[in-house]
Nanobody, 121 residues
Framework: QVQLVESGGGWVQAGGSLRLSCGAT????????MGWYRQAPGKQRELVAR???????TYADFVKGRFTVSRDNAKNTVYLQMDSLKPEDTAVYYC???????????????WGQGTQVTVSS
């Protein structure tokens, strides 16, 4: 099994920056894809950014040019650098990780506990 721990959320004024981190711990696993989703009140959870094992990335249109996803494979950690934040970026941000578990020879999907990001105008 894999456990995810997120950090870095908080409150910021519009135009400001925040950096989210999500570290994966466990035993006998290999991380494949890592990414971030968000969910605002009354809305569905949506993809923000994803980084693949090849280090290629994909972004939602609404964050392109403002957010950057990266990963540190040695630390099993994914980051989301959020710049030029807007009030509409206010949401709970969730880390999402796909990992291969050697003990059952299967790929599994894991979610972080979520971290609140609030952007004031």
């Amino acid at each position: 099994q894999v456990q995810l721990v997120e950090s870095g959320g908080g409150w910021v004024q519009a135009g400001g920056s925040l950096r989210l981190s999500c570290g994966a711990t466990g035993s006998r696993f290999r991380i494949n894809n890592m990414g971030w989703y968000r969910q605002a009140p009354g809305k569905q959870r949506e993809l923000v950014a994803r980084i693949f094992s090849s280090d290629s990335t994909t972004y939602a249109d609404f964050v392109k040019g403002r957010f950057t996803v990266s990963r540190d494979n040695a630390k099993n950690t994914v980051y989301l650098q959020m710049d030029s934040l807007k009030p509409e970026d206010t949401a709970v941000y969730y880390c999402n990780v796909g990992a291969y578990i050697y003990s059952d020879l299967r790929a599994h999907e894991y979610w972080g506990q979520g971290t609140q990001v609030t952007v004031s105008s």
